[in-house]
């Protein structure tokens, strides 16, 4: 079975720091560019940022720019974003999504408040 497994959210204070993990089972993400999304709660899905599949093309929306990191370990199977300087705004449940054919993570919940 397919399946994309996101962890490390939680609850953090504006200002602070987490990383975000995606390991991948079922399948390889080495040959896929990937992407990170979220979404806000009653708001809809925003795309965050972007990884090609060798690491060598990042791409992020303005209001992460300077504050988030994008890589991957493809021996691990894994992608990552590294968050820091978090603010309220960046609370949201955060998916990782493959290239086409597009596969989705179920999400984990990022909090930032005081």
């Known amino acids: 079975e397919v399946q994309l497994v996101e962890s490390g959210g939680g609850l953090v204070q504006p200002g602070g720091s987490l990383r975000l993990s995606c390991t991948g089972s079922?399948?390889?993400?080495?040959?896929?560019?990937m992407n990170w999304i979220r979404q806000a709660p009653g708001k809809g899905p925003e795309w965050v940022s972007f990884?090609?599949?060798?690491?060598?093309?990042?791409n992020y929306t303005d209001s992460v720019k300077g504050r988030f990191t994008i890589s991957r370990d493809n021996a691990k199977n894994t992608l990552y974003l590294q968050m820091n300087s978090l603010k309220p705004e960046d609370t949201a449940v955060y998916y990782c999504?493959?290239?086409?054919?597009?596969?989705w993570g179920q999400g984990t919940q990022v909090t930032v408040s005081s």
């Open positions: 999504r493959t290239g086409v054919p597009y596969y």
């Open positions: 079922g399948f390889t993400l080495s040959p896929y560019t």
């Open positions: 990884i090609n599949s060798g690491s060598t093309i990042t």
